[in-house]
């Protein structure tokens, strides 16, 4: 018979040292130390104050604001014009004019090809309004 020199941990109850240690570790996770939390607390960027605006700047922001709003009312405005236009399915009985800078005068009265004008012409005010009301922001 051999002698054994190291003692031999003998489960109790389901408990070993590996599960106290696994349980040393969950504690420490769930309540760090201070040393730690300092750690934590050094790694977090801390955010900066708001400015305080000065009275001019305060004054060119209200009249950028003042500006996008009119732009945004034209735009709507504009859009709402192009939603009273109706246009028949197959008649002839609207017609569509663009003039050029040199003076080019150019009519249809294709119904189909207005009626494909008139959507690309919303969806393009849907976006403008969209960005206008982006930059609109305090």
Known sequence: MTKITAPVAKATNGSSTATKAVADVVKEVLNPSTEKKAEVQKALPVPEPAKELTMAEKIIKIETLQLLVEKRTKL???????????????????????????????????????????????????????????????
């Open 76 to 138: 709507v405005q504009t859009r709402a014009e192009l939603d009273r236009f109706k246009t028949a399915s197959s008649d002839f009985n609207c017609s569509m004019r663009l003039n050029d800078s040199d003076g080019n005068v150019f009519t249809t009265s294709f119904t189909p090809g207005i009626k494909k004008v008139l959507d690309y012409l919303k969806g393009a005010f849907e976006g403008s309004i969209r960005e206008v009301e982006d930059e609109i922001n305090f």
